[in-house]
Protein backbone atom coordinates (compact mmCIF):
# COMPACT_ATOMS: atom_id res chain seq x y z
CA UNK A 1 0.00 0.00 0.00
CA UNK A 2 1.05 3.31 -0.74
CA UNK A 3 1.81 6.07 2.07
CA UNK A 4 3.63 7.34 4.60
CA UNK A 5 5.55 5.57 7.18
CA UNK A 6 6.97 7.20 10.53
CA UNK A 7 9.21 5.24 13.05
CA UNK A 8 9.24 4.49 16.07
CA UNK A 9 5.51 5.30 17.34
CA UNK A 10 7.32 6.05 20.64
CA UNK A 11 11.05 7.56 21.65
CA UNK A 12 12.72 8.29 24.45
CA UNK A 13 15.52 10.50 25.04
CA UNK A 14 17.80 10.86 27.88
CA UNK A 15 19.34 14.12 28.57
CA UNK A 16 22.29 15.36 26.33
CA UNK A 17 21.63 12.80 23.79
CA UNK A 18 20.55 13.04 19.83
CA UNK A 19 17.87 11.18 18.54
CA UNK A 20 16.45 10.49 14.87
CA UNK A 21 12.99 10.33 14.08
CA UNK A 22 12.06 8.45 10.62
CA UNK A 23 10.03 9.16 7.93
CA UNK A 24 9.83 6.94 4.41
CA UNK A 25 7.12 7.54 1.84
CA UNK A 26 6.97 5.62 -1.34
CA UNK A 27 3.87 8.07 -2.86
CA UNK A 28 7.03 9.43 -5.21
CA UNK A 29 6.36 13.22 -3.13
CA UNK A 30 8.67 15.76 -3.63
CA UNK A 31 7.40 18.24 -0.19
CA UNK A 32 7.90 16.73 2.86
CA UNK A 33 7.75 18.47 5.99
CA UNK A 34 8.05 18.24 9.66
CA UNK A 35 5.72 19.41 12.38
CA UNK A 36 5.89 19.58 16.26
CA UNK A 37 2.67 19.13 18.25
CA UNK A 38 2.69 19.81 22.26
CA UNK A 39 -0.60 18.51 24.22
CA UNK A 40 -4.08 20.40 23.09
CA UNK A 41 -2.07 22.71 20.47
CA UNK A 42 -1.99 23.17 16.71
CA UNK A 43 0.81 21.95 14.57
CA UNK A 44 3.85 23.93 14.49
CA UNK A 45 6.30 23.90 11.44
CA UNK A 46 9.57 22.72 12.14
CA UNK A 47 11.33 22.22 8.33
CA UNK A 48 10.02 21.31 4.99
CA UNK A 49 11.83 20.01 2.01
CA UNK A 50 10.94 20.68 -1.49
CA UNK A 51 13.27 18.59 -3.19
CA UNK A 52 15.97 16.32 -2.91
CA UNK A 53 19.36 17.98 -1.07
CA UNK A 54 17.31 20.56 -0.21
CA UNK A 55 15.24 21.83 3.24
CA UNK A 56 13.92 25.39 4.18
CA UNK A 57 13.91 26.60 8.32
CA UNK A 58 9.52 26.48 9.30
CA UNK A 59 8.96 28.01 12.70
CA UNK A 60 10.94 26.29 14.95
CA UNK A 61 13.71 24.73 13.66
CA UNK A 62 15.89 25.48 16.51
CA UNK A 63 17.46 22.44 18.49
CA UNK A 64 15.98 20.34 15.77
CA UNK A 65 18.24 19.13 12.15
CA UNK A 66 17.55 17.50 8.87
CA UNK A 67 18.62 15.70 6.03
CA UNK A 68 17.00 15.03 2.57
CA UNK A 69 19.68 12.84 0.70
CA UNK A 70 16.47 10.35 -1.07
CA UNK A 71 12.91 11.49 -2.61
CA UNK A 72 11.82 8.98 -0.37
CA UNK A 73 13.07 10.30 3.12
CA UNK A 74 13.24 12.91 5.25
CA UNK A 75 15.10 12.20 9.22
CA UNK A 76 14.55 14.43 11.95
CA UNK A 77 17.50 14.83 14.91
CA UNK A 78 16.59 16.10 17.78
CA UNK A 79 19.61 17.27 19.28
CA UNK A 80 20.75 17.71 22.57
CA UNK A 81 19.94 21.90 21.94
CA UNK A 82 16.18 21.08 22.16
CA UNK A 83 15.63 21.69 25.29
CA UNK A 84 12.31 20.59 25.64
CA UNK A 85 11.89 17.78 23.27
CA UNK A 86 8.83 16.16 24.46
CA UNK A 87 5.84 16.61 21.85
CA UNK A 88 3.94 14.61 19.49
CA UNK A 89 5.46 15.03 15.99
CA UNK A 90 4.24 14.55 12.76
CA UNK A 91 5.74 13.71 9.17
CA UNK A 92 3.91 14.78 6.19
CA UNK A 93 4.33 14.81 2.08
CA UNK A 94 2.65 16.37 -0.74
CA UNK A 95 3.16 15.63 -4.42
CA UNK A 96 4.53 18.62 -7.21
CA UNK A 97 0.90 19.87 -7.92
CA UNK A 98 -0.94 18.31 -5.58
CA UNK A 99 -3.47 19.81 -3.01
CA UNK A 100 -3.66 17.37 -0.57
CA UNK A 101 -0.63 16.76 2.59
CA UNK A 102 -0.67 12.96 3.49
CA UNK A 103 0.57 12.73 7.16
CA UNK A 104 2.28 9.77 8.95
CA UNK A 105 0.74 8.47 11.83
CA UNK A 106 3.01 10.44 14.39
CA UNK A 107 6.22 9.46 16.92
CA UNK A 108 5.70 10.30 20.57
CA UNK A 109 9.33 11.58 21.99
CA UNK A 110 9.69 12.06 26.14
CA UNK A 111 12.50 12.65 27.81
CA UNK A 112 13.62 10.14 30.14
CA UNK B 1 0.49 32.57 3.76
CA UNK B 2 -2.79 34.51 5.54
CA UNK B 3 -3.47 33.95 9.14
CA UNK B 4 -6.93 32.24 10.21
CA UNK B 5 -8.90 32.72 13.29
CA UNK B 6 -11.34 29.47 14.67
CA UNK B 7 -13.15 29.23 17.82
CA UNK B 8 -10.87 26.93 20.38
CA UNK B 9 -14.22 24.75 20.60
CA UNK B 10 -17.51 23.64 19.88
CA UNK B 11 -20.23 20.64 20.62
CA UNK B 12 -22.78 19.58 17.90
CA UNK B 13 -25.58 16.53 18.44
CA UNK B 14 -25.12 13.67 16.59
CA UNK B 15 -27.17 13.68 13.41
CA UNK B 16 -27.60 17.17 12.98
CA UNK B 17 -24.99 19.73 10.84
CA UNK B 18 -22.18 20.49 12.66
CA UNK B 19 -20.72 23.97 11.27
CA UNK B 20 -17.61 25.03 12.04
CA UNK B 21 -16.09 29.00 11.16
CA UNK B 22 -13.14 30.37 10.01
CA UNK B 23 -11.88 33.70 9.72
CA UNK B 24 -9.32 34.41 7.06
CA UNK B 25 -9.85 38.49 6.95
CA UNK B 26 -5.84 38.72 4.86
CA UNK B 27 -6.51 36.07 2.75
CA UNK B 28 -4.99 37.31 -0.71
CA UNK B 29 -6.48 36.27 -4.26
CA UNK B 30 -4.66 33.16 -5.28
CA UNK B 31 -4.78 31.31 -1.66
CA UNK B 32 -6.98 28.47 -1.79
CA UNK B 33 -8.55 27.47 2.11
CA UNK B 34 -8.09 23.91 3.11
CA UNK B 35 -9.82 22.04 6.19
CA UNK B 36 -8.31 19.26 7.64
CA UNK B 37 -8.97 17.27 10.66
CA UNK B 38 -7.29 15.26 13.48
CA UNK B 39 -8.62 12.79 15.51
CA UNK B 40 -6.90 11.90 18.53
CA UNK B 41 -3.43 10.45 18.58
CA UNK B 42 -3.54 10.25 14.79
CA UNK B 43 -2.09 12.25 11.62
CA UNK B 44 -4.67 15.07 10.21
CA UNK B 45 -6.29 13.69 7.17
CA UNK B 46 -7.47 16.33 4.30
CA UNK B 47 -10.97 16.75 4.28
CA UNK B 48 -11.80 19.66 1.20
CA UNK B 49 -10.42 22.84 -0.34
CA UNK B 50 -11.38 25.31 -2.38
CA UNK B 51 -10.91 29.35 -4.01
CA UNK B 52 -13.67 30.96 -4.08
CA UNK B 53 -16.81 28.59 -5.56
CA UNK B 54 -17.99 26.55 -2.68
CA UNK B 55 -17.73 23.13 -3.24
CA UNK B 56 -18.67 20.11 -1.90
CA UNK B 57 -17.49 16.34 -1.60
CA UNK B 58 -18.37 13.10 0.28
CA UNK B 59 -16.98 14.31 3.48
CA UNK B 60 -18.55 18.01 3.68
CA UNK B 61 -18.88 21.20 2.38
CA UNK B 62 -17.33 24.22 2.37
CA UNK B 63 -18.61 27.50 1.94
CA UNK B 64 -16.26 30.44 1.09
CA UNK B 65 -17.93 34.24 1.46
CA UNK B 66 -18.20 35.94 -1.84
CA UNK B 67 -15.21 38.42 -0.01
CA UNK B 68 -13.10 35.09 0.89
CA UNK B 69 -12.45 36.89 4.22
CA UNK B 70 -14.37 33.66 5.83
CA UNK B 71 -15.69 30.38 5.44
CA UNK B 72 -17.27 27.57 6.86
CA UNK B 73 -16.90 23.70 7.13
CA UNK B 74 -20.38 21.89 7.00
CA UNK B 75 -20.44 18.52 8.47
CA UNK B 76 -24.12 17.20 6.95
CA UNK B 77 -24.89 14.91 9.52
CA UNK B 78 -22.24 14.77 12.21
CA UNK B 79 -21.51 11.70 13.53
CA UNK B 80 -19.71 10.37 17.13
CA UNK B 81 -17.02 9.50 14.50
CA UNK B 82 -16.95 13.04 13.39
CA UNK B 83 -15.39 13.90 17.15
CA UNK B 84 -11.93 15.46 16.47
CA UNK B 85 -9.91 18.88 16.00
CA UNK B 86 -11.13 20.59 12.70
CA UNK B 87 -7.71 23.00 11.41
CA UNK B 88 -8.45 25.58 8.82
CA UNK B 89 -5.68 27.05 6.52
CA UNK B 90 -4.37 29.41 3.71
CA UNK B 91 -2.14 28.89 1.66
CA UNK B 92 -1.10 30.25 -2.19
CA UNK B 93 -0.80 27.63 -5.29
CA UNK B 94 2.17 25.65 -6.30
CA UNK B 95 4.14 28.88 -7.80
CA UNK B 96 4.74 30.44 -4.57
CA UNK B 97 6.23 27.17 -2.71
CA UNK B 98 5.16 24.73 0.00
CA UNK B 99 5.34 26.31 3.24
CA UNK B 100 2.67 25.21 5.13
CA UNK B 101 1.48 26.12 8.70
CA UNK B 102 -1.32 25.27 10.46
CA UNK B 103 -3.54 27.59 13.76
CA UNK B 104 -5.05 25.76 16.86
CA UNK B 105 -8.26 24.61 15.48
CA UNK B 106 -11.58 24.20 16.42
CA UNK B 107 -11.73 20.80 18.58
CA UNK B 108 -15.02 19.38 18.19
CA UNK B 109 -17.25 17.26 20.17
CA UNK B 110 -20.10 15.33 18.57
CA UNK B 111 -22.73 14.61 21.67
CA UNK B 112 -24.80 11.14 20.74
Known amino acids: DGGITQSPKYLFRKEGQNVTLSCEQN?????MYWYRQDPGQGLRLIYY???????QKGDIAEGYSVSREKKESFPLTVTSAQKNPTAFYLC???????????FGSGTQLSVL | DAKTTQPPSMDCAEGRAANLPCNHSTISGNEYVYWYRQIHSQGPQYIIH???NNETNEMASLIITEDRKSSTLILPHATLRDTAVYYCIVRVGEAAGNKLTFGGGTRVLVKP
Open chain 2, 50 to 52: GLK
Open chain 1, 49 to 55: SQIVNDF
Open chain 1, 92 to 102: ASKGLGGEKLF
Open chain 1, 27 to 31: LNHDA
